[in-house]
């Protein structure tokens, strides 16, 4: 993969700005550039996968509302070992630093990444 360019990575930035996203409409507008630079700036990171498009009307006219892209959870990091974290079921008031189930998880975390190595 290319590494972006300055005016990607401010692009990108604009679109992280908002947790609704940037319009495609606007961004262009945003980063001063025209309409085909923009296309050509998006088509990159689209490629790069650090954003995704979805199609959206305005006053009728096609655009699309740029997002950033948020990769799936990998489930293992919820679990040590059998056991998943208390957090998932919790209905405490959480004082993380004193929390005795998240201290025994982590625990129980520890020993399954020693066993792990050996
Ligand atoms: S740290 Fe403890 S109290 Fe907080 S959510 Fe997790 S299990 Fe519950």
Do not use: H, N
């Not at 995704?52 to 655009?63: F, L, S, V």
């Not at 489930?75 to 919790?90: N, R, S, T």
């Amino acid at each position: 993969m290319t590494e972006l360019t300055e005016i990607e990575i401010r692009a990108l930035k604009a679109i992280k700005s908002s947790p609704d996203g940037i319009l495609q409409s606007e961004l262009w507008k945003e980063l001063d550039v025209d309409s085909r630079k923009c296309s050509r700036i998006v088509k990159k990171l689209l490629e790069s996968e650090s954003v995704e498009r979805i199609e959206y009307r305005q006053d009728g006219i096609k655009t699309y509302r740029l997002i950033v892209r948020k990769g799936p959870i990998d489930p293992g990091f919820l679990m040590a070992g059998d056991e998943l974290i208390p957090c998932v079921a919790c209905e405490l008031e959480c004082v993380i630093e004193e929390c005795p189930f998240l201290l025994d998880w982590m625990y129980q975390l520890a020993i399954a990444d020693a066993g792990g190595k050996e």
